[in-house]
Each structure stands twice: as C-alpha cells, then as structure tokens.
C-alpha cells in the first residue's frame, strides 16, 4: 500500500501497490487502463466508457457525475478515477466515502501524454505507460499539418461548445499548423456567439455531435441554415466536416486522441488546403 499524495484533494490516498478493483468514471482512464495491460483489474465504469469496446462489458456504476452508490460498495472498489472540471465537486464529495483518485484534465496534447503516465504510475504499471507514452510521441513526431488555417471546432456536449487557449483541442489545432477560432480565449471552453462565428469566418468547420447520436450530412446542412451561416467561407469551400460518430472523438483526451483523431484531423486540415488552394 502507498500514500499517494493528490494535487486535487491536496492530501494523500491510500493505494495498493497493484490495485485490483478499479473504478473509472473517466473514457480517458479507462480507455489508458486498457491499454496498459491493466482492463482486466477494471471492475466498474461510467455509461460513457466505451473505448476499448471491451470496457462496455464492465458494470456500470454511474455517469460523468452520478453514481449507482448500491453497486459501488457491491464492488467494493481498492481505487477510483475520476478527472477533474465537470467531475471536481463530483470528485470530492465521492472522495468522502471512497479512496478516489482525481487526476486533472490536460491543457495540452503533452498533458495527454502525461495523463497517461500518471494513470500507469497510479496503478502499478508505469513501465507499460512510459511505453505507451513513447509510442504516443512518436506518432506525434509524425504529425505535419496544413499551415495557416483558421479553425472553428464546436462539440454538442448537452448544448453548442467551442474551445479556448487552455484546452488540448486547441493545442492539437496549433500543432498541426492551424489557428483555433476562439483559441485566444483564456479558458478551457465557452458557448459560442454564432453572429461572432460569421464575423470571424472560418476556412474550416468541424462538428462533433452529440455522444451516441446518429447525425447526418442533412442535418448538417439543417445546422448551417437554422444559423444563417451559409455565407461562411467553410461552407463555401466544402470545407464543413462532421466527426465519426457515435462516441465523443475531439471531446475525448484518451490516447486515441492522438493516434486516432489527429491523424483524422491532419487529414480534414489538408483537404481544406487543397480546396482553397
């Protein structure tokens, strides 16, 4: 057993050296959990833990801020993750009852990597996720972007987000050459001003819908006309480009960020170079 001291809770929690009833209400931790070799000492997730497609075999416990108290202590969990912004007073008001472990959401695409290296550390696996880790970096490595465009992304999370100077998202859009519309912004998110978004004019337009919807080109083009935006110059251009559904894509600081939606982002960026080329 060692005391873990949390930045979070400001003090330490008890955590056995090789944990073996994990909790996750994080996609982000369980989808690293899995990929450390450690899935199977997953005993519990949240409704929206669905990468790998092996933790929606797991119980499930609660969602992003709710929890099924009855089949927690069922499981009797020797550790929790939860993450912090939407999940902080979630996080600890469990930790009262429980021995969670909050970890910080990342800023940056650096800080998923961190991310990952302190889910290993936590857990006893830190030579498996310095090797995920490695892997992660060196995928970045190859990353080359489309320089000089300006980028509008918007996620439905429960209503229209955008994303500012302090989340990851905009980061990745940085690394790849590009400029986030309201990437100046000094927080995390913010609900956009559609009138501000005509006024900006992006060159790219990406939509991550709602988590578990289907969502199709109509009624994407439904969207741009209810705003008024058909006069923006990524809708011009052909330059408007819907995620892959149905799980949170760009709305997911998991590993897969990296190796899966930048590569899909990079790729989107390049095609919208080529058409205002």
Partial sequence: MAELFNEVLGRSVAVPDKPSRIVSFSPAVTETLFGIGAGERVAGVSAFCARPPEASKKRRVGSYNTVRREVLDAISPDLIFTVTGYQRSFAVGLAESYPV??????VSVAGIVDFVVKVGLVVGEQEEARR?????LGA??????????????EADLGGPVTFGAHS????????????ALFGAERREWLEPEFDEVVRRDPDVLVYEPKMFTRFTGEDMNALIRERGWEGLKAVRTGNCFVTPGPLDFLAHHGPSFITVAMPWLEEKLRLA???LD
């Fill in 101 to 106: 472990y909050p970890l910080e959401l990342p």
């Fill in 132 to 136: 995920m880790a490695g892997s992660l």
């Fill in 140 to 153: 970045l490595g190859k990353v080359q972007g489309a320089p000089g465009l300006s980028v509008y992304v």
């Fill in 168 to 179: 990851y998202i905009t980061d990745a859009i940085g690394i790849l050459g590009c400029r």
């Fill in 273 to 275: 170079k080529e058409h």
